[in-house]
């Protein structure tokens, strides 16, 4: 490869991943061309940009970074390499496990730069699965808000208006004595 297109390669890979702040580093080797192809379609369909790269290429890149979690990273760079792009730190992670399902182990995880920290090896996929989405985590702090507000129109509706006159009337009294 000329020193031109090296380069050039360098710079898309840089790019990549400042525009997107996960990626998943995994295996594709094995697949056949159907398969490969329904992969990249999931991708396409989920928001994820997938590309294969060469190792030393992107061992360059990650090199120049100088970030010590990316550098965990540099020992998976080995065989073949794909990397999965995505602002979604858990959607890569659930499409692996899906057609891990599907084809006998494959695409296989080599790690993942997720919320600014590495995961090296296959064994992560469950805990990057289990990594909520921005809307999710929204969701979930929504339903915490939402909870004790339902839980006193509950209590007022079933007949806890008496609990709550008995309540402040025992107070009262117990403020006269």
């Given amino acids: 490869m000329k020193k031109e297109l090296k380069d050039q390669v360098i710079e898309s890979i840089s790019a990549q991943l400042k525009q997107y702040p996960n990626f998943y580093v995994t295996n594709i080797e094995g697949l056949n061309a159907g398969d490969t192809v329904?992969?990249?379609?999931?991708?396409f369909e989920k928001g994820i940009k997938l590309s294969v790269v060469k190792n030393t290429l992107f061992k360059h890149v990650i090199k120049g970074l100088e970030n010590e979690e990316l550098n965990q990273l540099?020992?998976?760079?080995?065989?073949?390499?794909?990397?999965?792009?995505?602002?979604t730190p858990n959607t890569p992670a659930k499409l692996i496990k899906d057609f891990q399902k599907k084809l006998a182990g494959k695409p296989e995880l080599k790690g993942a730069y997720v919320q600014e920290c590495a995961f090296v090896g296959a064994d992560k996929l469950d805990e990057l699965c289990a990594i909520k989405s921005r809307e999710e985590l929204i969701g979930d702090i929504i339903s915490l808000l939402q909870s004790p507000m339902r839980n006193v129109i509950s209590a007022l509706q079933n007949g806890g208006g008496q609990t709550i006159a008995g309540l402040v009337k025992t107070l009262s009294e117990?403020?006269?004595?």
Avoid: S
């Fill in 38 to 43: 329904k992969l990249r379609r999931e991708c």
């Fill in 74 to 87: 540099l020992p998976i760079f080995t065989g073949n390499t794909a990397i999965m792009y995505t602002e």
């Fill in 174 to 177: 117990k403020e006269a004595k």
